[in-house]
């Protein structure tokens, strides 16, 4: 079942790479202006402090309770700190407009990309939720460990929050064009 799943996968992602292939070597290759160069210094900023209050944070949880509550294992711990800075990195340059280049903002804020992502996190969805059905067994001795259903929920989650950004960034944007129109 599990091989067959990612075969599956693989052929649902087959023609959603070949879309962004296609979509990229269209379009003209671009470049952040220095307004954006300077958003993105910031959100990299941004995500290092995050990364370094989740660590500091959970470095106080693991030494208050050490064996009283569920623990992560090492791999868990890398994986949800980098997701944690792709994340916080990726809502703060779409908010500021700052995460595509110069000259793909009206290829970005389209419905195809908000689209593009659905469907990538709905594979991922469909990817986790099969093999939770399982009921591969996640925690071991009070410590969460690392198998590839983790890393697919991860994932999902880093895509998700790309979908929700892009998503609220629509939103506002569709709400100021039309305070700016009922001012007129």
């Known amino acids: 079942m599990g091989k067959m799943m990612i075969i599956v996968?693989?052929?649902?992602?087959?023609?959603?790479?070949?879309?962004?292939?296609?979509?990229?070597?269209?379009?003209?290759?671009?470049?952040?202006d220095e307004m954006q160069e300077r958003i993105r210094g910031n959100a990299y900023k941004y995500s290092c402090i995050s990364v370094g209050c989740f660590l500091g944070c959970y470095l106080l949880y693991s030494f208050i309770t050490p064996d009283t509550f569920i623990r992560l294992s090492s791999e868990i711990l890398a994986?949800?700190?980098?997701?944690?800075?792709?994340v916080v990195f990726d809502i703060y340059c779409v908010?500021?407009?700052?995460?595509?280049y110069f000259n793909e903002k009206t290829i970005?804020?389209?419905?195809?990309?908000?689209?593009?992502?659905?469907?990538?996190?709905?594979?991922?969805?469909?990817?986790?939720?099969s093999n939770i059905a399982r009921g591969k067994e996640l925690v071991q001795d009070g410590i969460v460990m690392f198998r590839n259903y983790c890393f697919t929920g991860i994932l999902m989650l880093i895509v998700l929050s790309h979908l929700v950004a892009l998503i609220a960034k629509r939103a506002i944007e569709k709400k100021a064009g039309e305070s700016v129109d009922?001012?007129?």
């Open 9 to 32: 996968l693989a052929l649902c992602m087959a023609p959603v790479m070949a879309i962004m292939m296609i979509g990229t070597s269209k379009c003209n290759k671009g470049h952040f």
């Open 95 to 100: 908010m500021k407009d700052a995460y595509y």
């Open 108 to 129: 970005v804020n389209g419905k195809r990309m908000i689209a593009l992502f659905e469907i990538i996190f709905l594979l991922y969805s469909a990817s986790f939720s």
């Open 79 to 86: 994986a949800i700190t980098i997701a944690l800075g792709i």
């Open 182 to 184: 009922e001012k007129s």
